[in-house]
């Protein structure tokens, strides 16, 4: 309880210091070019207020500018990696076209060895469908099965 009313008392004198150097008026003497003198009278206060007042602004024109700069830094790596993602794009569909390509050659190969065996005079058909459900089920064909 005790240090809580020191805190207070401090906080108290503190103010109390502060409001004794914001009072009285600072006086400001401007001269012209035509050798007049005009002289303002501002409260200490204003003085005080205005510098917090300015020093805000410049807090938030920093805070501006920062975000403007990370802001274009943030728009000029989105650009780059959209082109990036364009040049994977178009060397994925060259590489879909090739592979569609080498299907279509799959299949005129398959087309080549079922006519060979046909002109062999070995079973095509059997020969096939046997070999093929035993690769999906997973057994290995037989060593004999081909020729």
Request: proline share 1%.
């Amino acid at each position: 309880m005790r240090a809580l009313r020191e805190v207070f008392h401090s906080l108290l004198s503190l103010r109390s210091f502060i409001g004794a150097a914001l009072r009285g008026v600072v006086t400001i003497m401007a001269f012209t070019e035509g050798g007049r003198m005009r002289q303002f009278c501002l409260s200490r206060r204003i003085v005080a207020l205005s510098c917090l007042v300015l020093m805000g602004l410049t807090v938030g024109s920093t805070v501006t500018l920062l975000n403007l700069v990370r802001g274009q830094y943030y728009l000029t790596r989105m650009k780059y990696l959209e082109r990036e993602n364009l040049a994977m794009t178009s060397l994925l569909q060259g590489q879909a076209e090739q592979l569609s390509k080498l299907k279509l050659e799959m299949d005129k190969l398959k087309e080549f060895e079922e006519s060979l065996r046909q002109v062999a005079g070995l079973g095509v058909a059997s020969d096939l469908q046997a070999s093929d459900s035993e690769t999906t089920s997973g057994h290995r064909p037989s060593k004999n099965r081909r020729p």
